[in-house]
């Protein structure tokens, strides 16, 4: 018999790398356990940054090693967004559940392409609760995606077939002369989108907003009736079930008939606040996103689960089979055996190749319950609203947004030839102190300090110390104890 060198790369001594990874495990644990016992962010020595510039290993180090590496000099520089004081920008926290389901996916290692197995029906699962949580009929299709950016652009391409049908695949959109119309607001992804699609950004008009910060309807009416007469053609609007600078919620009922009598596709992007459909307080809010077209939103912000895991939903999903199904003769379905079964999530999207996000979105709702996870939801919106009261009650502090949602804009007052500038670096030292970790964003032209209360683990008294810190520094930076750059 022909002997060949051994190419398995499974442990040679199992017992070993099973205590390797129950210490891999127990160091998670601990981090995850005792996170506010380290600063939220802090910055990367030179010396750690350049040790990632050194060329590929060509013999094999010991999974001992690689830990303590990661340990050491992985860990400690994270972003951060696990931490109670990690408020810059909409983040998840995760959880332990998710964490662990993140281990299970990997050990099994399933290709969610397609295929005769349990990981896809468990995304199906997933599917019909999407449909029930949104009120969406049975016809409507879904699909696991990378994020709410990767579920625009889908519904991008799914909008051009209902409008154009099947040949639009072949042949583009030709000359039309496209108009997509969203909030001033609207998210970076819908331009990006836009220019991937092949639309173009210039097909994009920014729609004014209305004085609680959503888009302006009437605004909306008259500039699609314009853009008619000037021999456009208006194709899609996209609202915000949440904007990601103030957290403002479109009149998505209102845009959904306009859209109806307009016969142009309706859009949600729900990656901030969709899922508080899950709180019976805030479901309220979100009114008419029952009738979108399509509705792209992620479980890994306000749902806790691990990044990444978006979704994208399609009202008619016979639309979306027909936008990206293939007849490819490697992706043939048999009546029986491993390629059987017609439900394959390559036809509902442009991946073949694709990861079980579906285990660690499943582990969560099923540990929780939507319930409980629409109860935190809601805590994180009081939190906001207690924040508002806070910045009211000081004179130095100003408040600069509505608090609709989870997200808090306000400022350090200060002259206006300084003000910008003393709240960035307010930002700046509050994020290098390890304290907490603001972002900043324009609000009306002007920058302001914002706060995404999006992590579980978020208390008032992280908000108090923030608050706190806030008033120290900006007191220091307008008195010139600090130099503003």
């Known amino acids: 018999m022909t002997e060949f060198p051994r190419s398995n790369l499974d442990p040679e001594d199992w017992e070993s790398e099973r205590h390797q990874a129950h210490a891999m495990l127990d160091d998670l644990l601990d981090y995850m356990q005792n996170l506010t016992e380290r600063p939220v962010w802090q910055p990367i020595p030179d010396s750690v940054r350049h040790s990632f510039q050194e060329n590929s290993p060509g013999g094999g180090q010991s999974l001992e090693e690689i830990h303590q590496r990661f340990m050491k000099d992985i860990l400690p520089y994270a972003v951060g967004n696990a931490h109670p004081g990690f408020m810059g920008w909409v983040h998840g926290g995760g959880t332990v559940v998710g964490m662990l389901a993140e281990m299970l996916a990997g050990g099994l290692n399933a290709n969610l392409g397609g295929r005769d197995q349990i990981p896809v029906a468990v995304e199906q699962q997933i599917l019909r609760w999407v449909r029930a949580w949104f009120r969406f009929p049975e016809t409507a299709q879904g699909i696991f995606t990378t994020g709410t950016s990767q579920g625009t652009l889908m519904a991008l391409w799914v909008a051009r077939v209902a ?33 991937l699609s092949g639309l173009g950004k210039k097909s994009l008009h920014l729609v004014a907003l209305d004085e609680s910060g959503r888009m302006d309807v009437a605004a909306l009416q008259v500039q699609i009736g314009e853009d008619r007469q000037a021999g456009l053609t208006p194709f899609m609007v996209v609202g915000s079930a949440g904007t990601v600078d103030t957290g403002a919620i479109d009149d998505l009922a209102a845009l959904a008939v306009l859209c109806r009598t307009q016969s142009l596709w309706f859009h949600v992007d729900g990656a901030l606040g969709a899922l508080g459909c899950w709180s019976a307080e805030l479901a309220p809010l979100f009114q008419g996103i029952e009738q979108a077209d399509s509705l792209a939103f992620d479980f890994h912000k306000w749902g806790q689960v691990p990044y990444d895991a978006g979704f994208l939903l399609i009202r008619e999903g016979s639309l979306q089979r027909q936008t990206f199904s293939s007849s490819a003769r490697y992706l043939a379905r048999e009546e029986r055996g491993t390629a059987a079964g017609e439900d394959w999530p390559c036809d509902l999207g442009p991946d073949l190749s694709r990861g079980f996000r579906a285990l660690k979105t499943w582990m969560t709702v099923c540990r929780y319950g939507t319930e409980r ?83 579980h683990r978020t208390r008032a008294r992280d908000l108090e110390a923030l608050i706190c810190a806030v008033l120290h520094l900006g007191q220091r930076f307008s008195t010139g104890r600090i130099q503003l750059s």
């Open 163 to 195: 409008r154009w049908g099947e040949r639009v695949r072949q042949e583009g959109v030709g000359a039309h002369t496209l108009r997509v119309y969203a909030a001033s607001t609207v998210h970076g992804s819908l331009h990006k989108a836009l220019d």
């Open 373 to 455: 996870l629409g109860a935190m939801m809601a805590h994180t919106c009081a939190l906001a609203r207690f924040v508002a009261e806070k910045v009211s009650q000081e004179a130095s502090l100003e408040l600069m947004a509505p608090v609709t949602l989870n997200i808090v804009c306000f400022r350090y007052r200060a002259e206006p030839a300084q003000v910008d500038a003393l709240n960035a670096q307010i930002a700046i030292a509050l994020q290098e102190s390890g304290i907490a970790v603001p972002s900043m964003t324009l609000v009306r032209g002007q920058r302001v300090l914002r706060l995404a209360l999006v992590n």
